[in-house]
């Protein structure tokens, strides 16, 4: 038997619009939307009523770039698809998109196989797949075709880390012109590798061996010039391009160009590139470790750029490449050479909250905060209507959000499995308080009522930005 729940008296909130609406939910998708007080003339009845007088009703948001449980620098991102997807739902995330690696020498299939069983039956909302290429070839360009009818619509190639995920030029411009034939979209980790690691070697060499090395030999213009010859390949290819976790200005303004162009090029960055700098990477005693990740934090000049990426559409998109490790017994792996510490930073469980915080100090509009978090992302990889908005037919993916709470983030409170918060002590107003999945209340008032298990595997259509 199906459960009807009324969300009544919120201010509902997508990207496209602000209504005061009650919003009916039946059988685990959005039934209907009706001006505040006329549901009873309507006729509505429910089995629940859930009071979000005073609160903004908001479509869950879809993170399209977590890594749960990635291998990387000889460990694992410490948060598995169960704790890391309630920790999402914590946060007011309904969706995530993470990414299942294909190892070097092995076929597509076996890496995604891998990561459906890794997740299954475990998360406590909804999920989908990118595929991460790390082998481009003959066979695994074969497969990407095969991937796109399954409904894995985006590949993740690297410009950097050689020897382990890192395609060059011809690799790369083989898997373009193969998406620009079967639908794909093509995600571009966009630094220059191969200059990158000739200066982490020298760096180590003359005894530079702290965190804060990380972001200076990780430079500014090995971004911006990555960024740029992805552009040009994807247009020689003919092939769309969406550039994961852009951090530099001058990368902001290789995007731009090309967009001003018309040309289908797309860009996501992250909130630790919005709110944390190479200032955090330089904190004594190792603790700039916390902030390793690539691309690297940038001076905090950087933001102004990132934030009006943000606002004029240059950039589309805001997720967190959610990919923790603790500091002791991960982090220190590192300790006497940073090019050891495992790359990421936690963040799947901040993100809605965090850009919240960038709608109350006047960064970008409410509307635009549910854009970049939610509609976007969905559209971009293929889940919208179903995921990104309130609408009648959507999934009930739904965050009653209370924006005057004011909360400290820290990993006291938190519920990633990694024992410290990249934001840690920092105060922020707004607060999720109560999550639908599909209907399915999995936050009720602040009290955990999901389960492992819950979450649906979701295959995606292609990118609805292309057509
Ligand atoms: N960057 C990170 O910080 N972690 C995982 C992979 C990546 O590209
Ligand atoms: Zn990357
Ligand atoms: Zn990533």
Redo the contacts with the bound molecule.
């Keep these: 038997m199906s459960t009807r729940t009324l969300i009544r008296g919120g201010l509902v909130v997508t990207a496209a619009d602000e209504v005061h609406a009650d919003v009916l939910v039946d059988d685990g998708r959005i039934a209907a939307l009706a001006a505040h007080g006329t549901t009873v003339a309507e006729g509505w009845t429910a089995d629940r009523v859930i009071d979000a007088t005073g609160k903004y009703v908001l479509p869950g948001g879809v993170d399209a770039h977590t ?1 749960m449980e ?1 291998p ?1 620098g000889g460990t694992f991102a410490s948060d598995t698809f169960e704790t890391g997807t309630r920790a999402a739902a914590w946060g007011g995330t309904t969706t995530i998109v993470d990414f299942a690696v294909q190892t070097r020498g092995r076929a597509l299939r076996e890496g995604l196989d891998a990561w459906y069983a890794k997740a299954d039956g475990k998360c406590a909302i909804d999920y989908a797949f990118h595929m991460i290429l790390s082998d481009v070839n003959e066979s695994s360009l074969k497969e990407m075709d095969l991937l796109v009818e399954e409904g894995v619509t985006s590949f993740k190639l ?1 410009m ?1 880390y050689p020897g382990v995920f890192y395609s060059d030029d011809g690799q790369i411009l083989r898997a373009m012109q193969r998406s620009a034939s079967n639908g794909g979209l093509i995600m571009m ?1 966009a630094e220059n590798g191969i200059a990158i690691d000739v200066l982490v070697e020298q760096a180590l060499a003359r005894g530079e061996t702290d965190p804060r090395y990380h972001g200076e030999v990780r430079k500014v213009l090995l971004e911006a010039e990555a960024t740029h010859r992805a552009i040009q390949l994807a247009r020689v290819a003919g092939a769309p391009l969406y550039v994961v ?1 852009v951090s530099a200005e001058e990368a902001v303004a290789e995007l731009a160009a090309a967009r001003d162009k018309g040309l289908p090029v797309f860009g996501e960055t992250c909130p630790q590139y919005l709110f944390l700098s190479t200032d955090n990477l330089a904190e004594p005693d190792f603790e700039g470790a916390k902030y390793v ?2 691309t690297p934090l940038r001076p905090r000049e950087h933001q102004a750029a990132l934030w009006r990426g943000l606002r004029t559409d240059d950039l589309q998109v805001v997720s967190t ?1 959610h ?1 923790p490790f603790c500091f002791t017994g991960q982090k220190d792996l590192g300790r006497g050479d940073f090019s050891k510490i495992p ?3 936690p963040g799947v469980e901040n993100r809605m909250d965090l850009l919240h915080q960038a709608v109350v100090d006047g960064h970008i509009s409410r509307r635009r905060w549910i854009d970049i978090a939610c509609a976007a992302p969905a559209r971009m990889f293929g889940l919208y209507p179903k995921k990104g908005t309130i609408a009648p037919g959507a999934d009930a993916d739904v965050v009653v959000y209370d924006p005057h709470a004011v909360q400290t983030i820290s990993a006291d409170t938190h519920h990633m499995n990694v024992d410290y918060s990249a934001y840690e002590g920092r105060t922020v107003t707004g607060q999720v308080e109560t999550v639908l999945s599909r209907g399915e209340v999995v936050v009720d008032r602040r009290t955990w009522t999901g389960r492992a298990g819950h979450g649906l595997y979701t295959p995606r259509s292609t990118c609805q930005y292309l057509n």
């Design positions: 890594h990635l990387f690297f950097a980790h976790h990740c690539s490449d990919c790359n990421g930073l």
